[in-house]
């Protein structure tokens, strides 16, 4: 498990609480529920497994695939440290972000990631016959975290981390050597199409972390709407102006309108003189 390493080592566990508490608990409940389903009824295990992971060929019919492969476990161990992985670098993104703004990142970076991913399998599969979307799959936690991890190298390149007490190295050769691994084993093992999603998986990421205001989607959305009735006020307010300025000159009397539509009183010769009405 990965620490910070700016000074002396200390064994300390980072906070559990918020977004990442609920995905790891999620995870961790799900790999659970698999180990005892497999237990008591492994064929209704294994349909459910199929079912829930991402297969490409499958997908834009089980379109729940999209949401639910990252809590199919792909292993005790996997599941372990995908967990462990998420709890040092969600908690920290989540402390500097929000709980908002990480949940949106591990949905962005999973959906996103996956669709994208059965998008170029299902195209570019009959070109490319190591992503060809038959019988290919994927699932577990890795290819999220590995997104978020890349993440939190870009926010703290030249941090210094620490890797089971052994390996003392800045965030970014951290990540990209534990990425690259992943991919490596992912190549050989012939578990293309995971190694395919989980670069898809880094990709919507990035692209969230560069694009995406830091407040998160949803700050962006109530903002635009705020924005939309703002201007449709004042386009209001402008129009009532017109009016009111046509209505002042029947009446013989020239009165004074700014860009905006305020009213500046007849003998208001400074736009800043606090008699002006709104």
């Given at each position: 498990?990965?620490?910070?390493?700016?000074?002396?080592?200390?064994?300390?566990?980072?906070?559990?609480?918020?977004?990442?508490?609920?995905?790891?608990?999620?995870?961790?409940?799900?790999?659970?529920?698999?180990?005892?389903?497999?237990?008591?009824?492994?064929?209704?295990?294994?349909?459910?497994?199929?079912?829930?992971?991402?297969?490409?060929?499958?997908?834009?019919?089980?379109v729940w695939q999209?949401?639910?492969?990252?809590?199919?476990?792909?292993?005790?161990?996997?599941?372990?440290?995908?967990?462990?992985?998420?709890?040092?670098?969600?908690?920290?993104?989540?402390?500097?972000?929000?709980?908002?703004?990480?949940?949106?990142?591990?949905?962005?970076?999973?959906?996103?990631?996956?669709?994208?991913?059965?998008?170029?399998?299902?195209?570019?599969?009959?070109?490319?016959?190591?992503?060809?979307?038959?019988?290919?799959?994927?699932?577990?936690?890795?290819?999220?975290?590995?997104?978020?991890?890349?993440?939190?190298?870009?926010?703290?390149?030249?941090?210094?981390?620490?890797?089971?007490?052994?390996?003392?190295?800045?965030?970014?050769?951290?990540?990209?050597?534990?990425?690259?691994?992943?991919?490596?084993?992912?190549?050989?093992?012939?578990?293309?199409?995971?190694?395919?999603?989980?670069?898809?998986?880094?990709?919507?990421?990035?692209?969230?972390?560069?694009?995406?205001?830091?407040?998160?989607?949803?700050?962006?959305?109530?903002?635009?709407m705020y924005g939309?009735?703002?201007?449709?006020?004042?386009?209001?307010?402008?129009?009532?102006?017109?009016?009111?300025?046509?209505?002042?000159?029947?009446?013989?009397?020239?009165?004074?309108?700014?860009?905006?539509?305020?009213?500046?009183?007849?003998?208001?010769?400074?736009?800043?003189?606090?008699?002006?009405?709104?």
């Amino acid at each position: 498990m990965p620490m910070r390493s700016d000074g002396p080592v200390v064994l300390a566990f980072p906070p559990f609480r918020g977004a990442t508490r609920r995905l790891i608990l999620l995870a961790l409940g799900a790999g659970l529920a698999f180990f005892v389903l497999n237990l008591i009824i492994p064929g209704l295990a294994g349909l459910f497994y199929g079912l829930l992971s991402l297969h490409p060929d499958q997908a834009t019919r089980l379109v729940w695939q999209f949401a639910t492969y990252p809590f199919i476990p792909e292993g005790f161990l996997g599941l372990l440290f995908g967990a462990l992985s998420l709890w040092y670098f969600g908690s920290v993104l989540e402390d500097e972000r929000g709980a908002r703004w990480l949940g949106e990142l591990f949905l962005v970076a999973s959906i996103g990631g996956a669709i994208l991913a059965t998008l170029i399998s299902l195209v570019f599969g009959r070109y490319i016959p190591v992503i060809d979307p038959v019988g290919k799959s994927s699932n577990g936690l890795w290819p999220t975290v590995l997104a978020l991890m890349l993440v939190y190298a870009r926010l703290h390149a030249n941090e210094s981390l620490t890797v089971n007490f052994i390996i003392r190295a800045r965030a970014k050769y951290i990540v990209a050597g534990t990425l690259l691994i992943y991919l490596v084993f992912d190549i050989i093992g012939f578990k293309r199409f995971d190694a395919l999603n989980t670069v898809c998986n880094c990709l919507c990421a990035w692209l969230f972390v560069q694009f995406a205001p830091h407040g998160g989607l949803r700050f962006a959305f109530s903002e635009g709407m705020y924005g939309l009735r703002n201007r449709y006020y004042r386009a209001k307010r402008r129009r009532a102006a017109k009016k009111f300025t046509v209505y002042m000159r029947k009446q013989g009397k020239d009165v004074s309108i700014d860009a905006s539509g305020r009213y500046i009183g007849l003998d208001d010769e400074d736009p800043t003189d606090p008699r002006r009405m709104n």
